[in-house]
C-alpha cells in the first residue's frame, strides 16, 4: 500500500508492507544518495532488526554505522544529538549522506533532528517500528529533541525522502505499547473521519488481535488522514494544530508526571476525555459523543481518567510549555461532534484550572 505526502518538490511515499525490512538497501538505492547510511536505533529494537536492515544496506553497496540509544524519552536530548552528530562527523560522514530512523518515535524524531542539522540537512529515511510511531510520529516531518524546560521544545520541520513501514514489526512490539498507538488511531476518527470512527468501534476485536488486514487499514487510513492535514498545512500555520486534539492536557500530564508515569498516547486518550469533555460542558458537542469516545478508548485498553496523584498546578505548568499560548490564553481543539473538531483560542486558564480540579484524585 502507498500513500503519498503532497508537498511539492519535498513530496514522498509512505509505503506499508510486510517484510519491508529485507528491501531497505535496493529501494535507497532507487534516490540519488551517497554511499553512507547511519542508522539511529535503539537498544530494543537494535537486537530485533539492526541486523536485517544493515545487511540489506551492505548487500545493496551502502556503507553502514549504527548509532544504537538507549530505549526511552530520555534519549531524545540535546546531548544524545549532539553525541550522534560526533560520530558523523568522526567518521567523516559526507553531505550525500543519509540517516536512516530504525524505531519508534523516539528514535524518529531525533533522528529526525540530526538530519535536520547535519551539513545544514543531509537525506532522511524514517523505518518507524512502533504503532505510535507508523501511524504517526514518522509522518509529516516535525522532529525534536526535548530540552529540560519543554518536550519537543528544539526541532525543526524537516520532511524524509520516504517512510518505510514493515508490518512485521509490530508483532515484537509490548501489548502496552500497542494501546499507547491506539490512542492516535483514534485521535484521527475524531478530529477527521467518523466513518473511520464507526470502523474502529465495529473492529475493536479484530484491532485487539492485531488482525493482519485490519491493522494494514488501519495504519494506511491514519497515514492518509495525516498526510492530507501536512499536506495543506505543513508548517502548522493552522489547521495542522488539529492534530494536537487530546495534546496539551496529554503534555500538562505526561510532564507532571515527569515523563514516567504515562506512555504519550495514554496521557493523550485521557487529555482528548478531557477537552472532550470541557467541550461538552461548554455546549461544544453532545454527551453521546463523549460517551462513545470513552467507550470506544475503553474498549482498546486505554485509560480515560487521571489514576496519579498528581497536583492541579504540576500539570497547569506542563501544559503551559506545550507551544499553545497565545496572550496568555489557550488554544484548545475541541470537538463539535465526531469527526470534526475546532481550533478555539482564548481559552481562559482559569476555566481549565477548574476543569482539572474536579478530575484529579485528590491525595492526603
Ligand atoms: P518510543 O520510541 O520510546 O517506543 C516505545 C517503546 O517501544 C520503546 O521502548 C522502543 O524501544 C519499543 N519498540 C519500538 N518498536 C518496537 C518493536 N517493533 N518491537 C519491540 N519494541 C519496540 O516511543 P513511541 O511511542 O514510538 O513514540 C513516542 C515519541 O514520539 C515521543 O517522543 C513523542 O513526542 C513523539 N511523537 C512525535 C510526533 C511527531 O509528529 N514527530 C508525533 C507523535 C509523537
Known amino acids: 500500500m502507498i500513500v503519498d505526502v503532497d508537498l511539492g518538490k519535498r513530496s514522498y511515499p509512505i509505503i506499508i508492507e510486510r517484510g519491508l525490512l529485507e528491501q531497505i538497501g535496493p529501494?535507497?538505492?532507487e534516490f540519488s544518495?551517497?554511499?553512507?547510511?547511519l542508522i539511529v536505533t535503539d537498544d530494543i529494537v537494535a537486537p530485533l532488526y539492526a541486523e536485517q536492515v544493515l545487511t540489506s544496506l551492505q548487500t545493496a553497496g551502502f556503507d553502514t554505522l549504527c548509532y544504537t540509544i538507549a530505549a526511552g524519552?530520555?534519549?531524545k536530548s540535546w546531548e544524545m544529538a549532539g553525541q550522534i552528530l560526533s560520530a558523523l562527523l568522526s567518521h567523516q560522514f559526507h553531505r550525500d549522506c543519509t540517516v536512516l530512523a530504525l524505531g519508534g518515535g523516539v528514535v524518529g524524531d531525533l533522528a529526525g533532528f540530526v538530519a535536520s542539522v547535519y551539513q545544514r540537512g543531509v537525506h532522511f529515511v524514517q523505518v518507524p517500528t512502533s504503532l505510535l510511531a507508523q501511524v504517526d510520529s514518522s509522518v509529516g516531518g516535525k522532529v525534536a529533541v526535548n530540552h529540560a524546560l519543554g518536550k519537543?521544545?528544539?526541532g525543526a520541520f524537516y520532511q524524509p525522502l520516504a517512510v518505510w513501514i514493515d508490518l512485521a514489526c509490530l508483532e515484537t512490539l509490548e501489548m502496552r505499547q500497542w494501546y499507547n498507538g491506539l490512542a492516535e488511531v483514534i485521535k484521527y476518527g475524531v478530529i477527521a473521519d467518523a466513518e473511520f470512527f464507526a470502523f474502529l468501534e465495529q473492529h475493536q476485536t479484530a484491532i485487539l488481535n492485531q488482525d493482519d488486514q485490519i491493522v494494514a487499514q488501519v495504519i494506511a487510513r491514519c497515514c492518509q488522514l495525516k498526510a492530507a492535514v501536512v499536506a495543506q498545512d505543513e508548517m502548522e500555520?493552522?489547521?495542522?494544530a488539529k492534530l494536537n486534539f487530546g495534546h496539551t492536557i496529554g503534555h500538562g500530564l505526561e510532564s507532571a508526571a515527569h515523563f514516567s508515569g504515562y506512555l504519550h498516547g495514554e496521557a493523550v486518550a485521557i487529555g482528548m476525555v478531557l477537552a472532550t469533555h470541557f467541550a461538552v460542558e461548554t455546549g461544544f458537542c453532545s454527551s453521546s459523543d463523549e460517551k462513545r469516545l470513552k467507550k470506544l478508548l475503553q474498549g482498546l485498553k486505554?485509560?480515560?481518567?487521571?489514576k496519579q496523584p498528581l497536583t492541579v498546578e504540576s500539570i497547569l505548568s506542563g501544559m503551559a510549555l506545550d507551544k499553545k499560548i497565545v496572550d496568555g490564553k489557550w488554544v484548545f481543539i475541541l470537538p463539535r461532534e465526531i469527526g470534526q473538531v475546532d481550533i478555539v483560542a482564548g481559552i481562559d486558564r482559569k476555566a481549565i484550572k477548574n476543569l482539572l480540579e474536579r478530575q484529579v484524585p485528590k491525595h492526603d
Open 237 to 240: 500555520k493552522g489547521l495542522r
Open 73 to 75: 524519552e530520555a534519549s
Open 152 to 154: 519537543n521544545m528544539i
Open 27 to 29: 529501494r535507497l538505492k
Open 33 to 37: 544518495v551517497g554511499s553512507q547510511v
Open 302 to 306: 486505554l485509560p480515560i481518567t487521571i
